[in-house]
């Protein structure tokens, strides 16, 4: 099954950008999703157990470097464009 993510990282810190950056950076490496940026936010698209796999590991990366962070995510089951 297909899904799409629309996932925010919201750094509780001075230096908000890096982190950022870091996490979409990590995101790209990924084989076999596909993965967009905005100004608001990053979308990955993939099928469902990869994308939730590499979310999980890529989550708790950034929670492990970073005193204080949330992530916001929305998921859309069969999205239109793949």
Same mark, same amino acid.
């Given at each position: 099954?297909? #899904?799409?993510?629309?996932? !925010? +990282?919201? *750094?509780?810190? %001075? %230096? +908000?950008? *890096?982190?950022?950056?870091?996490?979409? &950076? $990590? +995101?790209? !490496?990924? %084989?076999?999703?596909?993965?967009?940026?905005?100004?608001? !936010?990053?979308?990955? $698209?993939?099928?469902?157990?990869? #994308?939730?796999? #590499?979310?999980?590991g890529e989550i $708790?990366?950034?929670? &492990?470097?970073? *005193?204080?962070?949330?992530?916001?995510?929305?998921?859309?089951?069969?999205p239109i464009a793949?």
């Amino acid at each position: 099954m297909k #899904v799409a993510v629309d996932i !925010s +990282l919201y *750094p509780l810190q %001075d %230096d +908000l950008i *890096p982190p950022i950056v870091d996490v979409i &950076e $990590r +995101l790209k !490496s990924h %084989d076999g999703l596909y993965v967009d940026t905005n100004a608001m !936010s990053t979308q990955i $698209r993939g099928e469902y157990d990869d #994308v939730m796999a #590499v979310l999980n590991g890529e989550i $708790r990366a950034t929670f &492990e470097n970073l *005193p204080k962070a949330v992530f916001v995510m929305k998921i859309l089951n069969n999205p239109i464009a793949d």
